[in-house]
């Protein structure tokens, strides 16, 4: 049995190393957040990246011990300054040491290449992380450039789907206008120094606000009749390609056409709560599975076909001490001890997802250095809503006559 066992776990492994290995227009990341009590070691999370292919790796801040172990790796890294630090990075000599103490004294070893200044900042409705939000951002490049890393490294922000006011039909995709004052500078930095505009996006969270009339289909990459848009022509098979381009139609329509837009976060919880529709191990298998395949075909998106495209996956654990419901500690492709949560990618396979992940977190503070998923939804609760029954599934239900 524990051969057979092993077996299973391999075959899962060689699986997704061939869906990972992503090249061309589109590329694949993961997201590797450490809310967690059980999780292995830096260096046996080397030993399962590798294993799987990955050569993206996301991070929520900027761990030491992480950072040391990928070293000479050849792994790309995303670091990040956490949200409660927004405001030492307004002082250049805090800006400076940070940079020299998380970024610098890695490379050149650690190919560390961006750096996120906060995740989900203008969606939290709290005016001073606002503010803070691009000073931060210019203090972070200003350090750089100071270091001459500017050249290698880039600085940017992770948003929310929320912060755009119209996503249907993508052609139609606006900022919210509240936000602009906030936004617009942010892309004048941007194009300044091309870095590119991430975004969250989690079309699980339109899915389980109304699974009556969300087709399934559609939100999981599976075959079905699509939707077209009335004023491009547009066709679209899925729900987060159309997401990603009423992202692009909001940057163009604020003058901003020619910026690239990468996916920070999008995943699918593979264990959720009787009340969180769709948190399945069969439907995270499909989602993240269907998502690395289509990101195989080497094509963007259908109003960028040919624009490069990097996606990054929540998350590599399932995490134990994430706050919030169920589905908050069954996002990862993999479970603590490294099995795999699921058997991504195989069709028709009878691997079911293992134990681990779903235990109600233990008693104590707050561990910070990322949101939850739904705390981030939560923070606005009304706007979210709006976001994702007025602006996608109604006018969905419309579109495809359902």
Known sequence: MELRSRRRCLITLLAVAALLSVGGVGSIGVNYGQVANNLPTPDKVVQLVRAIGATRVKL????????????????????????????????????????????????????????????????????????DLLPAMQGVHEALVASGLDKQVSVTTAHSLATLQVSYPPSAGAFRKDLLPYITPILDFHSRTGSCFLI????????????????????????????????????????????????????????????????????????????????????????????????KQKKGTPMRPDWDLSIYVFALFNENMKLGPTSERNYGLFNP?????????????????????????????????????????????????????????????IWMHV
Not at 116 to 130: H, K, Q, R, Y
Not at 243 to 271: C, F, M
Request: charged residues 20%; hydrophobic residues 40%.
């Open 60 to 131: 929520y801040d900027a761990d030491p011990r992480v950072l040391r172990a990928f070293s000479n790796t050849g792994v790309e890294f995303i670091v990040g300054v956490r949200n409660e630090d927004l405001g030492r990075m307004k002082d250049p000599a805090n800006a400076r040491t940070w940079v020299r103490d998380n970024v610098q004294a890695y490379l050149p070893g650690t190919r560390v290449c961006t750096i996120t200044v906060g995740n989900e900042i203008l969606t939290f409705n709290n005016t001073a992380m606002s503010d």
């Open 200 to 295: 969250n996006a989690y079309p699980y969270f339109a899915y389980k606000a109304d699974p009556k009339h969300v087709p399934i289909d559609f939100v999981l990459f599976q075959p079905n009749r699509g939707i077209t848009d009335p004023s491009t022509n547009l066709r679209y098979d899925n729900m987060l390609f159309a997401q990603i381009d009423a992202v692009y139609a909001a940057l163009g329509s604020v003058g901003y056409r020619n910026l690239s837009v990468q996916i920070s976060e999008t995943g699918w919880p593979s264990k959720g709560d009787a009340d969180e529709a769709g948190a399945t191990t069969e439907n995270a298998r499909k989602y993240n599975g269907n998502l690395i395949k289509l990101m």
């Open 337 to 397: 001890d490294g099995t795999p949560a699921y058997a991504l990618g195989i069709t028709n396979s009878t691997t079911t997802a293992r134990g681990g992940g779903g235990s109600t977190p233990p008693a104590g503070p707050r561990i910070d250095g990322y949101m939850t998923i739904s705390e981030a939804a939560n923070k606005d609760a009304t706007r979210i809503v709006a976001v994702t029954l007025l602006w996608i599934i109604i006018p969905l239900m």
